[in-house]
T-cell receptor, first 113, second 114 residues
Framework: KAGVTQTPRYLIKTRGQQVTLSCSPISGHRSVSWYQQTPGQGLQFLFEYFSETQRNKGNFPGRFSGRQFSNSRSEMNVSTLELGDSALYLC????????????FGPGTRLTVL | AQSVTQLDSQVPVFEEAPVELRCNYSSSVSVYLFWYVQYPNQGLQLLLKYLSGSTLVKGINGFEAEFNKSQTSFHLRKPSVHISDTAEYFCAVSNTGTASKLTFGTGTRLQVTL
């Protein structure tokens, strides 16, 4: 069974631009969560989508948004990029709830110059 | 709100020695607890999780953890480590009343040497 895939793996943007990251969950998984990992703040929860609806949201500004499609694939968008948005963005998928094991993708490394 | 404290940022250990990585959490409600491992340039892999029942949880790669409610701890142990266990280990907690929203600790770097 294929794992969670994230594209692109690496991305370089400049301040003020916007970016879209993609996550394809494991087949059959309906829940997709996004996390930001930085050396200073560690791993922080961004949001979770289930059946195309945002089910949970972390404490990030509105510049961070996401969506989920009917095939459970998810995208997250960051508008008006800031230097502090440089991070590893991880996507995780699970069957439905938190009690189901979350499987993480390899992440997208975003660098903002 | 929950929080997780991993008391050690780095733990050096010799191969075949035992190891304990410490994790304490804070929450006003019931929680689920998790340990994840992250190898260089990779995503996170679940080692084990505590949802309910037996407080001693066994995971993959010979790891185990014990949930101690009175001490609000969930320490990770392995009786004999290998070089291949060198990685970053994260403790995480979630509210049992919500869905997939994990709060992670800052991580412990386990460095195994010969």
């Amino acid at each position: 069974k294929a794992g969670v895939t994230q594209t692109p793996r690496y991305l370089i943007k400049t301040r003020g631009q916007q970016v879209t990251l993609s996550c394809s969950p494991i087949s059959g998984h309906r829940s997709v969560s996004w996390y930001q990992q930085t050396p200073g703040q560690g791993l922080q929860f961004l949001f979770e989508y289930f059946s195309e609806t945002q089910r949970n949201k972390g404490n990030f500004p509105g510049r961070f948004s996401g969506r989920q499609f009917s095939n459970s694939r998810s995208e997250m968008n960051v508008s008006t990029l800031e230097l502090g948005d440089s991070a590893l963005y991880l996507c995780a998928s699970s069957l439905a709830t938190l009690t189901d094991t979350q499987y993480f993708g390899p992440g997208t490394r975003l660098t903002v110059l | 709100a929950q929080s997780v404290t991993q008391l050690d940022s780095q733990v050096p250990v010799f191969e075949e020695a035992p190891v304990e990585l410490r994790c304490n959490y804070s929450s006003s409600v019931s929680v689920y607890l998790f340990w994840y491992v992250q190898y260089p340039n990779q995503g996170l892999q679940l080692l084990l999780k505590y949802l309910s029942g037996s407080t001693l949880v066994k995971g993959i790669n010979g790891f185990e953890a014990e949930f101690n409610k009175s001490q609000t701890s969930f320490h990770l142990r392995k009786p004999s480590v290998h070089i291949s266990d060198t990685a970053e280990y994260f403790c995480a907690v979630s509210n049992t009343g919500t869905a997939s929203k994990l709060t992670f600790g800052t991580g412990t770097r386990l460095q195994v040497t010969l």
